[in-house]
């Protein structure tokens, strides 16, 4: 079992849909959670921290429930701009590195 | 976005030979990370520093090695290429460790054929 599992989708879309993914994790010592989006060919962008009260950037929201060791994004109104793959990734304890782990990603397409 | 830059940005290169890429950033992080990306294996990291001549080893550290002499630059050297070592290979910086989120260079596609 990955350390950090994702539905790969690709989830299709049309333009002003809700989108919301998950993105689970094994490592019950996981202390920091964030979002990328990246698209084809280009180099991952963070695109959201993940707190553990939720937070909301515009259209995005993201959320963590650590008893049952998850992660959500929720994309509200879907603009065709929003295509891309999601990437989660999950920290252990602040060490040098953070330990941090990359999901696979989820693949998004909005449709017009 | 150009605090972060990767050199070369493609490279081809015969099995056996030893391959350099470097990653140069201007935000004086004390961060630097290098991670491959594969179909099937998302980003995996290879090695990382936290300071000058600082280093250690990420999870799929074998047949390289990395050197950072200076705050800006960290290398990432192949010691002698292999075909599975053809990837997309990613440098990343952080301002903390890795609590803060990185920002990623634009990459290099390595093939080795």
């Known amino acids: 079992r990955k350390e950090v599992e994702q539905d790969p989708g690709p989830f299709n879309v049309p333009e002003g849909a809700t989108v919301a993914f998950n993105c689970t994790y094994s490592?019950?010592?996981?202390?920091?959670f964030f979002w990328y989006r990246q698209d084809c060919r280009k180099e991952p962008k963070l695109l959201m921290s993940?707190?553990?009260s939720g937070n909301e950037d515009g259209r995005f929201t993201a959320q963590l429930n650590r008893a049952s060791q998850y992660i959500s994004l929720l994309i509200r109104d879907s603009k065709l701009s929003d295509s891309a793959t999601y990437l989660c990734?999950?920290?252990?304890?602040?060490?040098?590195?953070?330990?941090?782990?990359f999901g696979d990603g989820t693949t998004l397409t909005v449709k017009p | 976005d150009a605090g972060i830059t990767q050199s070369p940005r493609h490279k081809v290169t015969e099995t056996g030979t030893p391959v350099t890429l470097r990653c140069h950033q201007t935000?004086?992080?004390?961060?630097m990370y290098w991670y491959r990306q594969d179909p099937g294996h998302g980003l995996r990291l290879i090695h990382y520093?936290?300071?000058?001549?600082?280093?250690d080893k990420g999870e799929v550290s074998d047949g390289y090695s990395v050197s950072r002499s200076k705050t800006e630059d960290f290398l990432l050297t192949l010691e002698s290429a292999t075909s599975s070592q053809t990837s997309v290979y990613f440098c990343a910086i952080g301002r903390g460790a890795a609590s803060y989120g990185y920002t990623f260079g634009s990459g290099t596609r390595l093939t080795v054929v």
């Open positions: 490592n019950s010592a996981s202390q920091s």
């Open positions: 520093s936290y300071g000058v001549k600082d280093t």
């Open positions: 993940v707190y553990s």
């Open positions: 935000e004086n992080h004390r961060y």
């Open positions: 990734v999950v920290n252990e304890a602040d060490t040098n590195a953070g330990k941090s782990t």
